[in-house]
């Protein structure tokens, strides 16, 4: 029983660094990651201060003159959806672009607007300051006539 209680608290410990990025705060240092959960704090949330926080305070500043994730996403984004499904676009995606201070990642949106399939492409350019990625810049479809 001893030695029992021993294993198991050495493996709680060794199994709770497991999730956590190397500062120990929990969330992901992935580009892709901090993106999509910007998007999704956008269209499925309905959220614009849960996507604040994943963007650069510049963008940030301009998410918040627009009032709501509604308004902002209609008029800075450019795309509305009733229901989303947000994707990252792992085509013709280098590595090494996540190892530098700026990451490029185009996002696939596959949703709804009033009843219509809905298919779009953002390219979204992401920072990292004190190793946490932020959006900084959305850019039109990169595949767009």
Known sequence: MKYLTIILTCALVFLSGCGKDNKGTGESSSPGYTATAFFDALYNHNNLER?????????????????TAKQFTRNLVNMQFDQVTIELDMTNQSLREQYGETANINMVFTGTLRGEQVDDMRSVKLLRKKGKWYVDKINPDPFAR
Request: hydrophobic letters at 40%; a positive charge; proline letters at 6%.
């Open 51 to 67: 996507a604040a926080k994943n963007a650069t305070p510049r963008l940030a500043r301009v998410m918040r003159s627009y009032g």
